[in-house]
């Protein structure tokens, strides 16, 4: 199974935000592994008593979405594996040249499993043309994840990370995701983030979006290769490319790194929630409550998203709302 990551107490910017927020501490990163049903804890081996990664899954941030756009959790990196598929994309509010005029469109017709391997599919679209991957320093395919040295490289990176070692935990993450290197979509993803954030360099946010669409591509073309091959539960770097989407919403929504774009915002963000990441289950109810990225507002699928994240461990404070009759049984 593939690793999930969780990081505490993520930043959350106000859309009217241009920039990413100075540096902070050093976030706390947890690796697991996770299917459908099951969630595993990984320990590095050489520190199996490090407490970074002591039992135990934190409970989730709470947050309120009544007011606008808010700060996201600072320092929490989510991701779970498989989620549920909440229904097709609505009419957006105009076209974006960060989503592909063929992006296919999920319907709730067929089995769960058929669902998700559409927003998968989805979801690989958005990696290879719509995060303009063609100006992202990438190869055609990552070898990584076969490369167990790799893998350990990532966890010394990580441990650096927790002990407060940025600047020479970001030189190994920004190591491990040179193109012309290990090419790790999930280092890809971090040394983006850590470029965005000032973790142990100086902030940077246009070349962080570079490496958060590198990593997207990268795992969406493993990705479309392990869905033609007809693997039901996806390919080695599912859960790499559902965090680089999550993260490129980010971008397009803040204008971090990019001009502000409310479509992409919306289509990335509603992607990652359908494949299972609860941060951007919130987003997208938020996006639908706020008509954010849409032509019109929907009351009903933003209660939807906001009651699917809340189901999923990621309660949002103040929204007792969602759960009125009216917001619950379909519209008629």
């Known amino acids: 199974m593939p690793f999930g990551f969780h990081k505490k107490d ?22 697991f592994r996770s299917d459908t049903t099951t969630q595993e804890e990984i320990f590095p081996p050489s520190h199996p008593h490090h407490s970074p990664y ?12 009544d ?17 549920s598929s909440t ?18 469109s999920p319907t709730t017709e067929g089995n769960k499993g058929e669902q998700e391997d559409k927003w998968e599919w ?19 395919r990552s070898r990584s994840f076969s490369d167990q040295g790799t893998d350990k490289d990532i966890q010394e990176a990580i441990r650096l990370h927790e002990a407060g070692d940025l600047e020479n935990s970001t ?18 993803v971090l040394y983006g983030l850590a470029l965005r954030h000032g973790w142990g360099t100086a902030p940077n946010s246009a070349e962080a979006i570079k490496y958060l669409q590198a990593a997207a591509a ?21 859960g790499e490319l559902v965090l680089a989407i999550f993260e490129l919403g980010n971008c397009f929504r803040h204008g971090w790194g990019t001009e502000k774009d409310p479509v992409a915002a919306f289509n990335y963000y509603q992607t990652a929630a359908n494949l299972g990441d609860t941060d951007a289950m919130n987003e997208t109810g938020w996006c ?33 709302w969602i759960y009125k009759d009216k917001y619950v049984n379909p519209p008629k």
């Open 87 to 104: 229904g097709g994309p609505p009419a957006a509010a105009g076209s974006s040249e960060h989503v592909p005029s063929d992006l296919v």
């Open 218 to 238: 990268n795992s969406a073309s493993i990705e479309q290769e392990a869905l033609r091959a007809g693997m039901k539960k996806g390919g080695a770097a599912k």
């Open 10 to 31: 993520k930043e959350r910017d106000y859309a009217d935000t241009p920039h990413p927020p100075p540096p902070g501490g050093a976030p706390e990163f947890r690796m």
């Open 54 to 65: 002591g039992q135990g899954i934190p409970p989730q941030q709470q947050q309120s979405s």
């Open 288 to 320: 639908y409550l706020n008509g954010y990225g849409l032509k019109k507002k929907d009351k009903w699928m933003a209660a939807k998203y906001y009651r699917l994240a809340e189901e999923n461990g990621n309660k949002t404070v103040g929204n007792s």
């Open 171 to 188: 030189k190994l993450f920004r190591q491990l995701a040179d193109p012309q290197g290990a090419n790790n979509p999930l280092s890809q």
């Open 122 to 140: 989805r979801a690989s679209q958005l990696g290879l043309g719509g995060g303009g991957a063609g100006n992202t320093p990438t190869r055609e």
């Open 67 to 83: 007011s606008g756009d808010q700060k996201p959790h600072k320092k929490r990196l989510s991701f779970l594996r498989r989620g």
